[in-house]
């Protein structure tokens, strides 16, 4: 995949230039630079990963192709309480599948959103993973998962194969 393909994936979840957004999981930042590209210079980012290292390198890369968008890098574990201002939205790409147990997370997640708020994930649409891909969730298991934890309009945002699993696609909820 491509930054046009993050784009993609994540072009009709966000409703515009501006905002306060996350990305949980960020690693070296293939989707923030596809939210910076979206959201543009007036909105800024809140860029969560525990790799330091890929933090840096994302930074350099913001730098490069995105410098007016504000960006804060912070090294932390984001299945721990974060220090986070309300948010208008939050992109888990490719990071949920790491967490086995996800409610606990997925309500700490919805805290930090403010009423109407966009939570977009990008997934790997399969059910069953692997050792680099433990737990991976289907768009069906995600649309249950959702309205378990008290997320509201899921949709199916758009989908790109994928040599791994078959396909990626996101998703939209909205907080309640």
Known sequence: MNHKDHVHL?????????????????????????????????GQIY?????????KEQEKSMRASFPATTVYYITADFTHQLDLPP????????SLHFVRHKDPLLQLV???????GHFILVE????????????PLSY??????????????????????????????SALSLHA
């Open 10 to 42: 994540l072009h009709k979840g966000v409703s515009g230039q501006g905002g306060t957004w996350a990305d949980l999981g960020s690693g070296t930042g293939a989707f923030t630079l596809a939210l910076a590209d979206l959201i543009g210079p007036t």
């Open 47 to 55: 860029s969560i990963d525990k790799d330091q290292r890929a933090l």
């Open 87 to 94: 948010l208008d939205g939050i992109i888990m790409a490719n």
């Open 110 to 116: 919805r805290s930090y959103l403010r009423p109407g």
């Open 124 to 135: 790997y649409n399969a059910d069953h993973g692997n050792m680099w891909v433990p737990h």
């Open 140 to 169: 069906r298991t995600w649309e249950t998962l959702s309205r378990q934890n008290g997320f509201t309009q899921t949709r199916l945002l758009s989908t790109v194969p994928s040599r791994f699993f078959g396909e990626i696609y």
